[in-house]
């Protein structure tokens, strides 16, 4: 099924002041409505002093709106049968509703209220700000958190909007005044750059009508450009974080990547996927989890964005065993670069990822972020109804220099944090 009503197709249009519509049909038989706002509000646009505001604006939209506090909105999306979830990145940052698509007018309504007219009352101020600090103590005292942390700084040098992971630190989240919430907002939570992403069985036409209604108030100032400081090629680095009192050593290694919107970007994807990227079927899998026993978990990420990215193979080991996997992680990526993937491995990772497709049409959620991602790297309208067969197209090669390219193990950064000398 392709056409209109084919959710693998989305339709964009323009609102006003800027604001992009992408509207992707519901899976059949679905009987809701997936909508997101997002907006140029990534952690990346932090003032330097001011380290943790994206994230508490973002966290706080959702929070009281408009003539509804927290708990009168949280009472109002109970009535619909509705929620509001929200995500920050160092990009962008998205607000989410979800609900039942015969209520599809009145959510739009209340994405339009949380989006433009966000409250910052100061009980829920001082709520969010209690969350993030919470936040902040486990982003330093939990292996996991604490080596995400450390690849992203060795990764990226100061003042890049992926250094960071958003939560700031204590000095700067008690820097932040109310004030400097309500500009944030002002200045990000735009129609320049901004996007909303609608999910529903309604038509195009239908849903455009409704957006340009209820979003005509929002900001046509242009926002800030993200600021990329020059940085020479990384090179090969080591960090270790002792922190005792675990029972798991968390490793990582890394480096940066391609954007989205590079042309060898479905290699390189396949050459992740082969890696660590796919369940049961991929190498890290295979060798380190399943035939090792080395470790708890085994798996790898390509992060493309839109104007850069940063790929990791990561790892959760016991105390004595990590000197053992991370051989075994660098073996994997040497084994990449150097040989091609043989054709019925890679045909094996190929179909996995392509049947994969079907399932996240089962439900209008999963759908939605399909879309999402699509419409945010402005890809072309029937981009997921050829994603299959650009897939089949690529050969051995093509991934094997891709792989070179966007997950260089020469200049991999390594990541140990845990209780290295035992527990």
């Given at each position: 099924m392709t056409g209109a009503r084919d959710p693998l197709q989305v339709k964009y249009s323009e609102a006003t002041n800027g604001l992009r519509i992408a509207r992707q049909t519901s899976p059949p038989g679905a009987a809701s409505i997936s909508a997101t706002y997002v907006g140029p509000a990534g952690w990346g646009f932090d003032p330097p002093s001011r380290g943790g505001l994206a994230r508490l604006v973002n966290q706080l939209v959702t929070s009281a709106a408009g003539r509804h506090d927290r708990i009168a909105l949280a009472r109002l999306l109970d009535r619909a049968g509705a929620t509001l979830t929200r995500q920050c990145a160092p990009e962008s940052a998205e607000v989410t509703i979800w609900g039942p698509a015969d209520e599809g007018e009145l959510l739009l309504r209340l994405l339009a209220d949380v989006v433009l007219r966000p409250r910052f009352d100061a009980e829920d101020v001082a709520r969010v700000r209690r969350q993030a600090l919470e936040r902040q103590l486990r982003e330093l005292t939990q292996p996991a958190a604490r080596a995400d942390r450390e690849l992203m700084e060795s990764l990226f040098p100061v003042g890049h909007p992926y250094r960071?992971?958003?939560?700031?630190?204590?000095?700067?989240?008690?820097?932040?005044?109310?004030?400097?919430?309500?500009?944030?907002?002002?200045?990000?939570?735009?129609?320049?750059?901004?996007?909303?992403?609608?999910?529903?069985?309604?038509?195009?036409?239908?849903?455009?009508?409704?957006?340009?209604?209820?979003?005509?108030?929002?900001?046509?100032?242009?926002?800030?450009?993200?600021?990329?400081?020059?940085?020479?090629?990384?090179?090969?680095?080591?960090?270790?974080?002792?922190?005792?009192?675990?029972?798991?050593?968390?490793?990582?290694?890394g480096g940066s990547s391609i954007p989205r919107s590079a042309p060898e970007y479905p290699a390189a994807f396949l050459a992740n996927e082969v890696l660590g990227g796919r369940p049961l079927l991929s190498r890290l899998f295979q060798r380190v989890r399943e035939r090792g026993g080395l470790a708890y978990?085994?798996?790898?990420?390509?992060?493309?964005?839109?104007?850069?990215?940063?790929?990791?193979?990561?790892?959760?080991?016991?105390?004595?065993?990590?000197?053992?996997?991370?051989?075994?992680?660098?073996?994997?990526?040497?084994?990449?670069?150097?040989?091609?993937?043989?054709?019925?491995?890679?045909?094996?990772?190929?179909?996995?990822?392509?049947?994969?497709?079907?399932?996240?049409?089962?439900?209008?959620?999963e759908a939605h972020e399909l879309a999402i991602e699509l419409a945010y790297h402005r890809l072309p309208e029937d981009y997921l109804i050829r994603w299959p067969a650009r897939l089949r197209e690529v050969p051995p090669g093509e991934v094997r220099e891709a792989a070179a390219v966007a997950l260089d193990g020469a200049r991999a950064s390594l990541i140990l944090v845990g209780p290295l000398n035992g527990r």
């Open positions: 960071s992971t958003g939560t700031g630190d204590r000095r700067s989240l008690a820097r932040i005044r109310p004030e400097d919430l309500t500009a944030f907002h002002r200045g990000h939570y735009v129609g320049s750059e901004g996007l909303l992403v609608v999910t529903a069985p309604a038509g195009h036409r239908e849903i455009e009508r409704i957006v340009r209604r209820e979003f005509s108030e929002i900001s046509d100032a242009s926002p800030p450009v993200l600021d990329f400081p020059h940085a020479s090629l990384p090179r090969a680095a080591e960090h270790r974080v002792e922190l005792r009192g675990h029972s798991q050593v968390e490793i990582r290694l978990h085994a798996t790898s990420e390509l992060e493309a964005m839109r104007f850069g990215g940063y790929w990791a193979a990561q790892a959760g080991t016991g105390p004595d065993r990590w000197s053992k996997v991370v051989p075994m992680l660098r073996s994997e990526l040497r084994r990449l670069d150097s040989a091609e993937v043989p054709g019925r491995e890679l045909d094996a990772i190929r179909e996995s990822a392509i049947g994969e497709i079907p399932l996240s049409l089962e439900s209008t959620a």
